[in-house]
């Protein structure tokens, strides 16, 4: 099983509609992150959290909320989709307690709003 | 702020030839992270290489090594003997406390 893991894998959804993106890990890591990933844009950081309490925004957060509900658990969701929000979006976790280490990913939600 | 730039949107390397990829990035810290990571048409994100700031040594991993300048903030990625299974997505990132910033990604074609 992987050791990041993202459902759903594709998702198509309607403009208007609320749609969360789930994101569990099994790596005992306390930092998650979510992105996005367009082309020609690279990976853009819309939250971070180092636990349970601590969730901070990224780069690109307008639209997007995120939940902490477990050390394991962090869920992304767009309250009301819109089209410019198709992407690729990616989780991530890494570990501490400082700043050494790299970020492991999720395999990624292809998220289409129509 | 920092940021990542690679300035190669696209690049080209015959099969079994040595390519070199450039990130530069912009940072007022001296001790940080460096990374390079892969992702092939899969879209999964595979670490290719790792670089401590305080370091001096250049990493290598296999076929994959970094020159790292420190001073001129350059972080480019050498592959050598291009296979046709390094063709992929190529992203640098950098990491200083818990923020992990990635660049726009040099997409790499190997031909055959």
């Known amino acids: 099983d992987a050791d990041v893991t993202q459902t759903p894998r594709n998702r198509i959804t309607k403009t208007g509609k609320r749609i969360m993106l789930e994101c569990s890990q099994t790596k005992g890591h306390d930092r998650m992150y979510w992105y996005r990933q367009d082309p020609g844009l690279g990976l853009r950081l819309i939250y971070y959290s180092f636990d349970v309490k601590d969730i901070n925004k990224g780069e690109i957060s307008d639209g997007y909320s995120v939940s902490r509900q477990a050390q394991a658990k962090f869920s992304l969701s767009l309250e009301s989709a819109i089209p410019n929000q198709t992407a690729l979006y990616f989780c991530?976790?890494?570990?501490?307690?400082?700043?050494?280490?790299?970020?492991?990913f999720g395999q990624g939600t292809r998220l289409t709003v129509v | 702020a920092q940021t990542v730039t690679q300035s190669q949107p696209e690049m080209s390397v015959q099969e079994a030839e040595t390519v070199t990829l450039s990130c530069t990035y912009d940072t007022s810290e001296s001790d940080y992270y460096l990374f390079w990571y892969k992702q092939p048409p899969s879209r999964q994100m595979i670490l290719v290489i790792r670089q401590e700031a305080y370091k001096q040594q250049n990493a290598t991993e296999n076929r994959f090594s970094v020159n790292f300048q420190k001073a001129a903030k350059s972080f480019s990625l050498k592959i050598s003997d291009s296979q046709l299974g390094d063709a992929a997505m190529y992203f640098c990132a950098y990491r200083r406390g818990d923020k992990i910033i990635f660049g726009k990604g040099t997409r790499l074609h190997i031909l055959p």
């Open positions: 991530a976790t890494s570990g501490g307690p400082g700043w050494g280490t790299e970020a492991f």
